[in-house]
């Protein structure tokens, strides 16, 4: 079993950057691909953005590109979100979750694992 604590929302200014993390415990995520999705309310979860097990590629949503990055600590079994040039339509709860490679990093339905997700509000 893998927990996953996403810790780093909260509420900033549009133009603003956060940095999420995701904190895993129990069995090591190393050997996982990771991603990070949001739902805003009233609105299906989205990807946002994936990485490799070794950290060797990464995905990210259209919407998304060039602003966020993400990251990973293999040895801190924690998993990084960058958010830069934070805009409105950004507020949403955002989770982590370890999908097993091999599987579609874009497909919320082939992650084993999810955090409970941490909200970011970005004001206008």
């Known amino acids: 079993q893998v927990q996953l604590v996403e810790s780093g929302g909260g509420l900033v200014q549009s133009g603003g950057s956060l940095r999420l993390s995701c904190a895993a415990s129990g069995r090591t995520v190393s050997s996982y691909s990771m991603g990070w999705f949001r739902q805003a309310p009233g609105k299906e979860r989205e990807f946002v953005a994936g990485?490799?097990?070794?950290?060797?590629?990464?995905y990210y949503a259209d919407s998304v590109k060039g602003r966020f990055t993400i990251s990973r600590d293999n040895a801190k079994n924690t998993v990084y979100l960058q958010m830069n040039s934070l805009k409105p339509e950004d507020t949403a709860v955002y989770s982590c979750?370890?999908?097993?490679?091999?599987?579609?990093?874009?497909?919320?339905?082939?992650?084993?694992?999810w955090g409970r997700g941490t909200q970011v509000t970005v004001s206008s």
């Open positions: 979750a370890a999908v097993p490679p091999g599987k579609s990093i874009y497909s919320d339905y082939a992650y084993d694992y």
């Open positions: 990485i490799t097990t070794s950290a060797r590629s990464t």
